[in-house]
Nanobody
Framework: QVQLVESGGGLVQAGGSLRLSCAAS????????MGWFRQAPGKEREFVAA????????NYADSVKGRFIISRDNAKNTVYLQMNSLKPEDTAVYYC???????????????????WGQGTQVTVSS
């Protein structure tokens, strides 16, 4: 059973930065596509970023493109989300997700991910 544990959330002022980490255990991390999603109060969970097995390809929501960077270290079984130029509208619970697959691709839909972390709160003050 794969377990995902996020860390790195917190309170930051607008314009600041945070780096989220998601540590995986219990599976072959290097064969999982990984993604980050977020959910703000009263809103549906939304896609933020995704990365392939190898880390060679990534995809971002338009709302975070140019500000957030997803990366992974397969030797450490960890995926990261570097968040820069944070805005109050980035406030949400951030979840990492893992999708075992048969090819080196990323996924944009929550329904494509099998494993989820418990989430970490990110709050951006204005």
């Amino acid at each position: 059973q794969v377990q995902l544990v996020e860390s790195g959330g917190g309170l930051v002022q607008a314009g600041g930065s945070l780096r989220l980490s998601c540590a995986a255990s219990g599976g072959t991390f290097s064969r999982y596509a990984m993604g980050w999603f977020r959910q703000a109060p009263g809103k549906e969970r939304e896609f933020v970023a995704a990365i392939t097995w190898s880390g060679g390809s990534t995809n971002y929501a338009d709302s975070v493109k140019g500000r957030f960077i997803i990366s992974r270290d397969n030797a450490k079984n960890t995926v990261y989300l570097q968040m820069n130029s944070l805005k109050p509208e980035d406030t949400a619970v951030y979840y990492c997700a893992g999708a075992p697959g048969y090819s080196n691709q990323y996924y944009l839909r929550a329904m494509d991910y099998q494993y989820w972390g418990q989430g970490t709160q990110v709050t951006v003050s204005s």
